[in-house]
């Protein structure tokens, strides 16, 4: 067994104070360096840093961030959704740590989607219909997995069904 324990730190955002939900951080018992190419592999990694050492991926509708000795979690609900995403982290880093011989480690990260490229194929209206100040912000959300062309209602029809075939290219769980 690689990671044994972590001790959870639960906080609301300093950037935005009115925000609804929590982010985490496991603080590990264990450096889980070691693993990170085979759970690049293995979950499907979205970005990976070879120094300092880190894999982020996306899982749950979450940006998660696993470092060497502490994991990250943006946007939980609550501290219950918090411990059921990194208990099962702790299970992924376990099993794939025992069947790292069957797995071939993987160090690149996955081609993403381009910021402009997406822009191009928005209103750019900054009507907030989306909810957010502009469509530089969707596109960024957009790029993220966070939101995706049915989250723009103003956006015609062939544009969504071009960005739907332009997102499909990349990697998103």
């Given at each position: 067994?690689?990671l ?5 730190e639960?906080?609301?955002s300093k950037?935005q104070?009115?925000a ?9 018992n ?7 190419p ?7 990694g ?6 300092p050492?880190a ?8 940006l ?6 502490k994991?990250a979690?943006?946007a939980l609900?609550d ?22 011989a ?9 081609r ?18 989306c ?17 995706d ?5 103003p ?13 499909s290219q990349?990697?998103?769980?």
């Open positions: 067994m690689l044994q324990g972590y001790e959870l639960i906080f609301k950037c104070s009115d609804q939900g929590v982010h985490c951080f496991a603080h590990l264990n450096d889980v360096r070691e693993v990170l085979y759970l690049n592999t293995v979950l499907g979205f970005v990976y840093t070879h120094e050492p894999l982020t991926l996306k899982n749950y509708g979450k998660i961030t696993i470092h060497p000795r994991i979690v943006n609900r501290e219950e959704e918090a411990e059921k995403i990194i208990a099962w982290l702790q299970r992924e880093i376990n099993e794939t740590w025992d069947r790292r069957e797995i071939e480690p993987c160090t690149e990260s996955a993403q989607p381009v910021l402009l490229e997406v822009l191009k194929l928005l209103p750019c209206t900054n009507c907030r219909e909810h957010d100040p502009t469509c530089l912000v969707f596109a960024s959300k957009v790029i993220e997995g966070a939101k062309q049915n989250d723009c209602p956006m015609a029809e062939e544009k969504k069904q071009q960005l739907a075939e332009y997102l990349f990697r998103f769980d």
